[in-house]
Structure formats: structure tokens, C-alpha cells
């Protein structure tokens, strides 16, 4: 036997030795123990529970016992020590009744888990989910093109629907009781307009967002609601007629001249962006943030103009061919001043997203375009479907360009055949080809436009310089 003597650097004066753990019948003196460092005292009447005291004068009671199938230890809280609401014969018998369902063949560790999470997912309110889930969406991450936007490109629209009808009606209820009822209730409510503007669209976006918030709180990275919480399955269907509006010829041409009238209440770019979506078939979004450097000419000398991923609805780069009548409408918009957008708004920024849709519909303060031309009411979109139209109309114009044009997958060729998967997938890879595709169509477009307003071409439109960024 030997023991060996501590040395002076063995001993640490600010850290006191750790306290042992005593085996003790427990009583209230334990529990309100002075301690220099956490300690435990185990209880010698019931085996496996103790009492765990902190330099802070805090107690809590434990239960550990043996798990009969991985033969590891496992460790139950049992709760807080209180002299007068929770004292130690009340733990005792909490940490008998575990020993009792241990006996039975309880895995009481696991069970107790299950217990705390549900108790933790039924005290999160919609709103809450809401919330977290709005600040989920907004974190940046890299997409495909090598930018950082939000993880949910439609963050804005997801966030209003949730907030501007789930919110007020469901916002304060359990997220885990919110039930199917509740939810079609909200959509009819929608529909008759008894939550603003009657809107069969609005009642479906609320639908599809609060499904998205539901599959994302049941995620195992969230873990919010169980995974069989989901109160928007099997609604019934919304009655939505598609949207058959598109201009006639005299209508077309009422807003062509139209848009020349000296007293419109909205400025020249507007003005000219409603003309290029007409002839160029893009969307809002797509057209109004062109930049002057994404303006180009194509390896035969032609101009176009490329859209970027971030600002398609598919997320796919757009190269769309401009036609004479295009490119007149692009001279005039850079001659409009020295901007780095071809449609430029306040604060050198590019027209906001909802200008055209303002212009047409009219604001509070202003009318709209259609009032002051005495046509029915049209939405920008209204442009494509009517360009569309005339030209699925007109002769020699091939259906899959048209689809090109729209930036839709093609899924028949020329000759009503359909087209592979694969084929669908990639059409838009294939530059030279859909570049001479789209040309089929918008070239003739641009012709028949001219016809319709009774526009020649001007003599120097084909040859119309791009003024680009430098």
C-alpha cells in the first residue's frame, strides 16, 4: 500500500472539491442545503430517487433507474422542490409510481419526453407558427444562379395571406386544434367577401400558405405539430373559372393610340411598359426590371433580351428575341433620360412590380387607364393571353413557339406529337434553336400589331442602336 502526498499545484482555492454524493433518507433539511458545488443526495427508502441541490438553493427531485432493453441508465425529472406546493414525501410517491411502471416494462424516460413535446407543441398558438415560419422563409441561401435570396422567393405573398386572414380568425387558437371546419369556414368567408374583396384566388393562396405553414411545423427540423396535424386536407374544391379576358382588335388598337393622349395621369415609362407587354408577351415582373445591360444582340446580330433566374416565375433564364416594333419601343424608353433601367422609376430604381396594374386599374387619387379610354377593365396579364391568342390565330405560327413565347414547356412539337419528358424539361437549353422558334412568332406578331393600329415600320427601327450600359 502506498498513497501518494498532493502537491501545492494540485490545490485550487477558487474551486472548492466536488461535493460526494450521500446516500440519505430524504428530508427538507437536504433539499435546502447550503452548497459550495452541485450536489446529490440519494434517497435510501426509494431506490433510484434523489435530489439534486445547486449553489443557487435550487432542488429538484430525480428518478434514475436501469433500461431493461439497451441495460443503460436512464434519468427522469420528477419536478422542483417546494416547501408548501411540492414537497419531498409528494416526489417520493411521483418517483413510486415510476418505479411501479419501470417494473411493468415502461420505458418511462421515453414516455416522459413524448409528454414534454406534446406539452410543448400544444402551447404554440397559429401565430406563433406563423412567425417562425416567416422568419424561416426570409433566411438567405445560395439558389442555383449563385445568388443569396430568401429561402421562399414568394416570402411577401405567403407572409400577407397568412397575416391578412389566417391571423385575425385562427391567430390565437392551438396550432394542434385548429380543425378542417375552421379552415373551410375561413375559405367561404373569403369567397363571399365577409374579409374584404370576394376573391375565390385569395381563398386559394390562404389555402395553399397555411398547408405550406403546416407541413413545415410537422417537419422533423421543426417539430412544432404531430406529423398527422394537417387541417387543410381534403377541403372542398373552390369554384375558379379560368380567366378568359383578351383584347379585340378595336380594343387593341383604342389602347395603342390611346396611350398617346397628352392627359394620362401616369408617366411615359408606364406608358411604354404596357406597349412591350403587349409585344413581347412577358410578365410584369419580368419586364419591368430590364436592366440596360441585359440588353443584347444574339450570335446573328439580332436583338433580344435576357431575363435572369430571380426574376422568372419558373426560375430559369428567359432570352427573348425583340422585334422591330419591340426595339421601336426600347429606342424610346432610353431616350426618356440616362437610367439604368429601361423602365425607370423613382429614386433610380425600375417601375414597382404593380405600376402597369395601378395604371390600368386606377388609384384612389387617379383614374385608371381603361376608365379613361371607356374600355372594360383588362390586367396586364390580360396582355399576354390576348398576344397569345392572336397569334394561335394566325397562319403558320407553330403552337409550341407560342408556348416558347410564354415561357411555357412545349409539350407537342409542330406536328401535334408529344414531346419526351427530357425534352420538356431542357427545351430552354437549346438557345439558337428556341431564339429562331420565338422569332417565328413574335416577328409576325409585330407585323400583325402594325396592321391592327395601322403602324408602318419606321425606317429606322430594324437598325436601332442598343444603348447599352457600359
Not at 447550503?34 to 440519494?42: L, S
Not at 395603342?256 to 394620362?264: A, E, K, S, T
Amino acid at each position: 500500500m502506498f498513497s501518494i502526498t498532493p502537491t501545492e499545484s494540485d490545490y485550487n482555492p477558487a474551486r472548492p472539491a466536488k461535493a460526494k454524493d450521500q446516500s440519505v433518507h430524504i428530508k427538507a433539511k437536504h433539499c435546502e442545503a447550503k452548497v459550495a458545488q452541485r450536489a446529490k443526495f440519494y434517497d435510501t427508502e426509494c431506490t433510484g430517487f434523489y435530489v439534486s441541490v445547486t449553489p443557487k438553493g435550487v432542488a429538484t427531485f430525480n428518478f434514475r433507474y436501469t433500461d431493461r432493453n439497451t441495460k443503460k441508465q436512464r434519468t427522469v425529472w420528477i419536478g422542483v422542490y417546494e416547501a408548501a406546493d411540492f414537497p419531498v414525501e409528494a416526489a417520493r410517491t411521483e418517483a413510486y409510481l415510476l418505479k411501479a411502471r419501470v417494473g411493468r416494462g415502461e420505458n418511462v424516460a421515453q414516455a416522459a419526453r413524448l409528454e414534454k413535446k406534446t406539452v410543448a407543441q400544444q402551447s404554440k398558438t397559429v401565430d406563433d407558427l406563423i412567425e417562425r415560419r416567416i422568419k424561416w422563409m426570409a433566411q438567405l441561401e445560395r439558389k442555383a444562379d449563385g445568388e443569396m435570396r430568401p429561402r421562399i422567393e414568394s416570402l411577401s405573398n405567403v407572409a400577407s395571406h397568412l397575416r391578412r386572414f389566417v391571423s385575425p380568425r385562427l391567430g390565437r387558437k392551438i396550432a394542434t386544434e385548429v380543425t378542417r371546419q375552421e379552415v373551410a369556414q375561413l375559405s367561404k368567408d373569403i369567397v363571399e367577401g365577409k374579409l374584404g374583396k370576394a376573391s375565390v384566388s385569395n381563398a386559394r393562396h390562404m389555402r395553399r400558405a397555411l398547408s405550406g405553414l403546416y407541413n413545415w411545423a410537422a417537419d422533423p427540423e421543426q417539430d412544432f405539430v404531430p406529423v398527422t396535424c394537417q387541417p387543410c386536407i381534403k377541403l372542398g374544391k373552390l369554384k375558379e373559372y379560368p380567366r378568359e379576358r383578351f383584347l379585340s382588335e378595336h380594343e387593341i388598337r383604342t389602347l395603342w393610340l390611346g396611350l398617346d393622349r397628352p392627359d394620362l395621369p401616369w408617366n411615359r415609362q408606364t406608358v411604354l411598359a404596357i406597349r412591350f407587354a403587349l409585344v413581347t408577351m412577358l410578365r410584369s415582373r419580368e419586364l419591368l426590371g430590364i436592366a440596360r445591360s441585359e440588353l443584347h444582340k444574339d450570335d446573328g446580330g439580332k436583338p433580344s433580351v435576357d431575363i435572369p433566374a430571380r426574376r422568372v416565375k419558373k426560375r430559369r433564364v428567359i432570352n427573348q428575341p425583340l422585334s422591330d416594333l419591340a426595339m421601336e419601343i426600347v429606342d424610346e424608353a432610353l431616350q426618356l433620360g440616362e437610367h439604368d433601367y429601361l423602365f425607370p422609376g423613382r429614386f433610380e430604381e425600375s417601375l414597382n412590380g404593380k405600376a402597369m396594374a395601378n395604371a390600368l386599374r386606377g388609384t384612389p387619387k387617379s383614374k385608371g387607364i381603361c376608365e379613361l379610354l371607356g374600355m372594360e377593365p383588362f390586367t396586364p396579364h390580360d396582355l399576354r393571353r390576348t398576344a397569345a391568342t392572336m397569334c394561335g390565330e394566325m397562319e403558320r405560327v407553330p403552337a409550341s413557339g407560342i408556348s416558347l413565347c410564354l415561357d411555357h414547356q412545349a409539350t407537342k412539337d409542330e406536328n401535334g406529337k408529344p414531346l419526351p419528358a427530357v425534352t420538356r424539361k431542357h427545351y430552354n437549353l437549346a438557345t439558337r434553336i428556341v431564339l429562331t422558334k420565338k422569332r417565328a412568332v413574335l416577328d409576325p406578331w409585330a407585323t400583325e400589331l402594325r396592321r391592327i393600329i395601322g403602324k408602318p415600320v419606321r425606317a429606322k427601327a430594324a437598325d436601332a442602336e442598343l444603348r447599352l450600359a457600359a
